[in-house]
Nanobody, 120 residues
Framework: QVQLVESGGGLVQAGGSLTLSCAAS????????MNWYRQAPGKERELVAT???????NYGGSVKGRFTVSRENAKNTMYLQMTSLEPEDTAVYLC??????????????WGQGTQVTVSA
C-alpha cells in the first residue's frame, strides 16, 4: 500500500510564508512526476506546481515567482515553499504522485490534503 501524507498547512497573514511537505510511504519502487494541486471552496481543482523525478519544475501562472517546488528522492518527499502569500492562495493543498509500487503498475496517488488559510 502506498500513501501520500501532506503536512505544514495552517493560518498565515498575507505576505507571510509557509512550507508544505508531502511524504510518500509504503512499498514504493519508483516515483515519476509529483504535483501540488489546490482547491478552494466553490472552485475547480487547480494545478499549482509539478516536479519530475529529474527535478524539472513547472508552475501555475498565479504562483509563478512566489512558490518553489522541490523534492528529496532519497526520502520520497516533495516540498512546496510558499512566499508572499495572498488571501487568494487560501485552499486545500493536495499532493499527487505517479508511483509504481513494488511488483505493481504505475498509478496515481493522492494525499488527503492540508488546509492553507491566508488572512488579509
Amino acid at each position: 500500500q502506498v500513501q501520500l501524507v501532506e503536512s505544514g498547512g495552517g493560518l498565515v497573514q498575507a505576505g507571510g510564508s509557509l512550507t508544505l511537505s508531502c511524504a510518500a510511504s509504503g512499498r514504493i519502487f519508483r516515483i515519476s512526476n509529483m504535483n501540488w494541486y489546490r482547491q478552494a471552496p466553490g472552485k475547480e481543482r487547480e494545478l499549482v506546481a509539478t516536479i519530475t523525478s529529474g527535478g524539472s519544475t513547472n508552475y501555475g501562472g498565479s504562483v509563478k515567482g512566489r512558490f518553489t517546488v522541490s523534492r528529496e528522492n532519497a526520502k520520497n518527499t516533495m516540498y512546496l515553499q510558499m512566499t508572499s502569500l495572498e488571501p487568494e492562495d487560501t485552499a486545500v493543498y493536495l499532493c499527487h504522485g505517479i508511483i509504481q509500487a513494488v511488483g505493481g503498475r504505475w498509478r496515481d496517488y493522492w494525499g488527503q490534503g492540508t488546509q492553507v488559510t491566508v488572512s488579509a
